[in-house]
């Protein structure tokens, strides 16, 4: 069994930063790609950005290019997301979550392991 723990949410101005992390702990942690995912209240869970075990191969939703960067300390079992110059629109529960896939999947429904979400808040 995998556990995931995300913190690091928070409140923020419009164009401040905030830097997720994800600790992953159980029988095992890899090869996984990672994933973040963010649900907005009455809004589906989409994707944010992924990872590849190597950390050389990255993959970003279109909204989140040039602003959020994910990056991955196996060492350490976890999994970061930094947060730069931040929307309003970004408001949202982000999650984490990992599973052994062949790429940097954007789908939700191929990531069998998920975290509880931490909250980020964006005002304007």
């Known amino acids: 069994q995998v556990q995931l723990v995300e913190s690091g949410g928070g409140l923020v101005q419009a164009g401040g930063s905030l830097r997720l992390s994800c600790v992953v702990s159980?029988?095992?942690?890899?090869?996984?790609?990672m994933g973040w995912f963010r649900q907005a209240p009455g809004k589906e869970r989409d994707f944010v950005a992924a990872?590849?075990?190597?950390?050389?191969?990255?993959d970003y939703a279109d909204s989140v290019k040039g602003r959020f960067t994910i990056s991955r300390d196996n060492a350490k079992k976890t999994l970061y997301l930094q947060m730069n110059s931040l929307k309003p629109e970004d408001t949202a529960l982000y999650y984490c979550?990992?599973?052994?896939?062949?790429?940097?999947?954007?789908?939700?429904?191929?990531?069998?392991?998920w975290g509880q979400g931490t909250q980020v808040t964006v005002s304007s």
């Open positions: 979550a990992a599973d052994d896939l062949p790429s940097t999947v954007t789908s939700r429904s191929a990531y069998h392991y």
């Open positions: 159980g029988r095992t942690f890899g090869p996984y790609t």
């Open positions: 990872i590849r075990w190597s950390g050389r191969t990255t």
